[in-house]
């Protein structure tokens, strides 16, 4: 029978195999069992459940008689499975397996193996074709997930080969890609392929998963989970790969990123101009020399510094640092072949391709007190190399600095990143076009597992397009990505403050093309960016205590930093299909206006109460509105029953302010808020040096209950302020740490 009409008589073929309606049970070509044999190779079944969500499938090669387990893997974040509930190796009619209050059914015949998992909604079913390997699926809803970069938002009707890095077509608008195997259905469910690797072809009703190598399908190894909650999902797939690791505080501030450099004064002096302007900065991130004339270090991959422009790297690294910037360098060239980890020693530390190796080339810079890295051009590496270069940025500075949060912004990872470190979107231009396009990338790669995120605001390659116009709605975008960081070419027009001097700065477009070419002088002559800039990097301070409290419970669940509105409204269509707005957090929408010249935004609201965040007015939601803009203004709505905590503004992380927190409510329904407090910078958090408090409001009653949840309980009470948003008054009361009800 010929391989086609055996899929289409197991039921794939067409909507409803997966999570469509239950399919008829195989008639095999004969009685007798019909051993299993992937692409020629006898295989054997291995079911296992993982958890009540998550179902295991394997197929594994057998060798004399034995079924070779898979491998443990980096990408993995515990590599001890449950054992399994059943091994098969030949196929008979209606063999069932139980998982939970599940059943499924397993048959086939010599061409393709069916798994169909029964529940009380309709049944869900995998494919796989016995001669290719190929795991044919049915494409129902919305697809998100795949990692970062290509076609966006739902994923659905496009092939995707999974290739890493930025020799894409697609790179200008949609950035670097960077592969996660994993797919995410708005219907309730999400798989995650982890062998073999393999393209994903979602362009029709029929999807399906193929191997690269055809002639090296085993062992196939992928994970199904299911579940109405589609925060639960974005758990599981956590448990499978791990949960975001916690990043520095300083982290979350703003990055000032740099390429050609004129001078050692030119380095100080701007790091001096962002504290008299007094406009909030974290970190001064350089770029390496050969990537722009005058960077960090004399070359790619060197770790010598530029003489000329660091004649001395550790007075003015610690000058920097005396004025409470964090310094972070640009590193390229891993080598191929990369394996181990940082902390190997012995014959394995003298291989050059060894991360422990590797890592020893950093630690004459590192100890000069730089607090973190940029990695960048790795596209050549395989996934596991990827992650054992992320891993060794996580784990070599703990070496050195053990009870220090580590940073490192990657260009390259796999499914596992969110365990070491940050992603950018790569070298994107500077256009309307693409701004609104890396609002999808950005929702998508949280939701892919990997939440610490962001862009170069204002783009990588300088177009006519980027005026002053386009960077202030850019940055007001990265105000609200997890990575708030200006850079690109000709670097200065990144500055908050440039696009009122009249000068470009280094231009450095010589060897770009397409659509790579200055602004109009006219637009450097702009008097209200530096402002706009400035009103952004306060707010992002003033809701640094929201912010951080919602990176924890990142940390803790895995749900994304920026959220696709279907996390929190999956029973609202309307609400589903939005990839230009989304949720900061659970309960601030964010809809950045990606159009030159609008006097106004389309905003679609899901159902509830809101209020605009800058005018504080009630807002019924289920509908889209139109609101009015100004170039100062991002639209910002906050949803009934949330409980924002908002701090004094900080010029960088860590600087004493007297103001006390706030506590700011919205009425119209009850709700609550769990604010996550700890030093910000070391691993105390781990062993119970933190705060939980639970702000809980009664919107009938008025009241708000606070309360501590678990960690550190202040030794004298601590002033709080409350108030209702919409109304002007303001309560302080002190807290001390048992329980405080407030009536507002």
């Known amino acids: 029978m010929p391989r086609r009409d055996a899929l289409q008589r197991l039921g794939v073929a067409g909507a409803g195999a997966l999570l469509g309606s239950a399919l008829p049970a195989v008639a095999l070509n004969q ?99 016995l001669e290719t390997g190929a795991v044919h699926f049915a494409r129902e809803g919305r697809i998100f997930g795949l990692g970062e970069g290509g076609p966006q938002f739902d994923r659905s009707g496009q092939s995707y080969p999974m290739k890493n890095g930025e020799s894409v077509p697609d790179l200008a608008v949609n950035g670097a890609r960077l592969p996660i195997p994993c797919l995410i259905s708005t219907a309730g469910w999400a798989l995650f392929f982890h062998l073999p690797l393999g393209r994903f072809d979602l362009s029709a009703a029929e999807a399906k998963v193929e191997p690269l190598n055809s002639e090296s399908p085993l062992p196939l190894d992928l994970f199904l989970v299911m579940s109405d909650n589609p925060p639960d999902i974005m758990k599981e797939y956590a448990k499978l790969t791990g949960f975001p690791h916690l990043p520095p505080r300083w982290a979350l501030g703003y990055q000032q990123s740099h390429r050609t450099l004129a001078s050692r ?94 890592w020893q080339k950093h630690l004459g810079v590192f100890r000069l007190g730089v607090a973190g890295w940029w990695p960048d051009e790795g596209d050549a590496l395989g996934p596991i190399e990827c992650l054992v ?71 990588f390659v300088t177009t006519p397009e980027l005026t002053g ?119 601030i929408l964010v809809a950045p206006v990606t159009e030159g010249g609008a006097t106004k935004r389309e905003v679609y609201l899901p159902p509830g109460l809101w209020r605009d965040f800058w005018t504080e007015k009630e807002v019924e939601g289920g509908r889209t509105i139109s609101r009015e803009v100004d170039l100062a203004t991002l639209p910002l709505y906050v949803r009934a029953g949330a409980v924002v905590p908002t701090g004094p503004v900080q010029q960088y992380s860590g600087e004493v302010r007297d103001e006390p927190m706030q506590f700011t409510i919205y009425p119209g329904a009850d709700g609550e808020f769990e604010l996550y407090e700890d030093d910000g910078v070391s691993f105390e958090y781990e062993h119970g040096h933190f705060t939980r408090l639970r702000a809980q409001w009664n919107n009938s009653h008025r009241q708000l209950t606070l309360s501590s949840l678990e960690g550190l309980r202040p030794s004298e009470p601590r002033p709080f302020n409350f108030r209702v948003a919409g109304e002007s008054q303001t309560k302080q009361f002190g807290f001390d740490g048992t329980t405080l009800t407030v009536r507002l």
């Open 31 to 129: 009685a007798s069992e019909t051993p299993i044999r992937l692409a020629g190779h006898e295989a054997e079944l291995v079911i296992t459940p993982v958890s009540a969500a998550t179902l295991r499938i394997s197929l594994l090669p057998i060798e004399n008689g034995r079924a070779i387990a898979v491998q443990e893997s980096l990408v993995f974040a515990d590599n001890q499975w449950p054992e399994p509930t059943a091994r098969i190796r030949s196929i008979i009619q209606h063999q069932t397996v139980a998982w939970q209050q599940r059943r499924i059914q397993v048959s086939g015949d010599s061409s393709a193996l069916k798994l169909m998992i029964e529940e009380t909604k309709p049944a869900q079913t995998l494919v796989v074709d």
């Open 265 to 358: 004064e030119e380095v100080l002096d701007e790091a001096k101009t962002f504290r008299e302007k007094k406009l909030p900065c974290d970190a001064l991130i350089y770029l390496g020399t050969g990537f722009c004339p005058s960077g960090w270090n004399t070359g790619h991959g060197s770790f010598t510094f530029n003489s000329n422009v660091f004649p001395d790297p550790g007075p003015m690294i610690q000058q920097l640092g005396q004025e409470n910037f964090k310094v972070v360098l640009h590193v390229v060239n891993p080598p191929m072949g990369l394996h181990g980890r940082a902390s190997d020693t012995g014959s394995a530390a003298d291989d050059e391709t060894d991360a422990a190796r590797y």
């Open 389 to 459: 270069r992320n891993r060794m940025y996580w784990e070599g500075p703990q070496l050195e600095r053990p009870n220090e949060r580590p940073y490192a912004l990657n260009r390259n990872g796999y499914a596992g990143l969110q365990r070491y470190g940050w992603l950018w979107s790569g070298d994107i231009d500077s256009t309307w076009e693409v701004l609104r396009a890396q609002i999808a990338v950005g929702i998508n790669t949280g939701l892919s597992g990997i939440p610490l995120w962001g862009t170069d605001t204002g783009g």
């Open 469 to 587: 116009e386009l960077y202030a709605r850019w940055f007001q975008f990265s105000a609200f990505c997890p990575l708030f960081r200006s850079h690109g070419r000709t670097w200065k027009l990144r500055l908050p403050w440039q696009w009122n001097t009249g000068d470009y700065g280094p231009t450095e477009l010589n060897s770009y093309h397409g659509k790579a070419g200055l602004p109009d002088p006219k637009e450097l002559h702009n008097p209200e960016i530096e402002p706009i800039c400035r009103k952004y990097l306060e707010l992002r301070w003033r809701l640094m205590p929201y912010t951080y409290s919602v990176v924890r419970e990142s940390h803790d669940t895995g749900l994304p930093i920026m959220r696709a509105l279907w996390l929190h409204y999956p029973n609202d269509s309307r609400a589903v299909e939005h990839s230009d707005e989304y949720l900061w957090g659970r309960d």
